[in-house]
């Protein structure tokens, strides 16, 4: 695993090396087809592998209240570390005054003149500095000057499109887990802490695990789903509700709501990671008990028969 550095790293480690640079949330498949590149163009010149990011979303400065992330900062520094053939995750810290330089103070403030990197592989779209003004081409001229390859790549395709964390949550909104499963390159994945619910699923023959998931990490879009709960290391069916149904509004405590199959046990305070494979059903208003009991009851009977 790689090993990671913090904002007050040593930036001679820089020197020489190999690196990526982005912000990478959801580190999908076009993300480590950049990253794959720097860490074969690290191994050609017997160099350090090196992931440049930042240790939070810059969106979450300048755009907080619209923000709908694939990942929270410790996952997408996480799953960075875990990349095959990366040897150091930088964490570069976001401030709006570091945002606020112009593109070539940003990269004298990134790299410095005494560590810049031997190759530095980008996505064609990247921008920095103030007003997002840096683009490619300043940068391919701050690396010629500095003696650094700028490795600019085209946004990876699949499916006749760019691969896009845009394009991800759009497809997780409308629920289209296993399109975006295909982009992410593996299922896309949901966590919260348990917390104390309602108490009407157990009274329905039916518990459920309550988390509450903030705002800018629910990227899914309302519905039920079936999906994978995996508790402490173990990995469960799971029929799972992710928001308010109609039926419980004014009254609901959580956001999303997991009926674990097959688990017994208090889970209150613990962490549960959500994985989603199939989305089942819109949210919906029950006439009766009754039809809310057999619908819920319907899903769960789909999951265990299909997961």
Same mark, same amino acid.
């Given at each position: 695993m790689a090993t990671y550095r913090a904002k007050d790293f040593d930036a001679s480690l820089f020197a020489g090396a190999s690196c990526a640079f982005g912000v990478f949330d959801g580190v999908h498949a076009g993300h480590r087809f950049i990253i794959g590149e720097a860490v074969r163009k690290a191994r050609e010149l017997g160099a350090r592998a090196v992931v440049v990011t930042f240790d939070r979303d810059p969106d979450e400065v300048f755009a907080a209240g619209e923000l709908r992330k694939?990942? #929270?900062n410790e996952q997408r520094l996480q799953a960075l570390c875990e990349l095959e053939g990366v040897d150091d995750v930088v964490a570069l810290a976001f401030t709006r005054d570091f945002a606020a330089l112009e593109p070539e103070a940003f990269l004298e403030r990134a790299f410095g003149d005494a560590h810049v990197p031997a190759a530095l592989f980008v996505g064609?779209?990247?921008r920095f500095g103030a007003r997002a003004s840096g683009d490619v081409g300043v940068l391919e001229r701050w690396g010629a000057r500095h003696g650094m390859l700028v490795a600019p790549h085209d946004l990876l395709e699949l499916d006749g499109a760019p691969v896009t964390a845009t394009r991800i949550r759009g497809l997780l909104q409308e629920g /289209? @887990?296993?399109?975006a499963a295909r982009l992410l390159g593996a299922p896309y994945r949901m966590a919260g802490v348990v917390q104390p619910g309602r108490g009407e699923g157990r009274d329905m023959g039916f518990r459920t695990a309550n988390l509450h998931v903030p705002d800018e990490l629910r990227a899914l =879009?309302? =519905? @039920? *789903?079936?999906? *994978? /709960?995996h508790v402490g290391g173990v990995r469960y069916k799971a029929a799972v509700s992710v928001g308010v149904s109609p039926t419980f509004e004014g009254v609901a405590l959580a956001n999303v709501e997991a009926h674990i199959l097959d688990f017994s046990g208090d889970l209150y305070g613990d @962490? @549960?990671?959500l994985e989603f494979m199939s989305w089942l059903r819109p949210m919906m208003t029950f006439a009766t008990l009754e039809d809310l009991? #057999?619908?819920v009851? =319907?899903?769960i009977a789909w999951v265990r028969e299909n997961l």
């Open positions: 694939l990942m #929270s064609r779209d990247f /289209a @887990v296993g399109q =879009g309302d =519905g @039920v *789903y079936a999906a *994978y /709960a @962490v @549960v990671e009991i #057999s619908t009851n =319907g899903n």
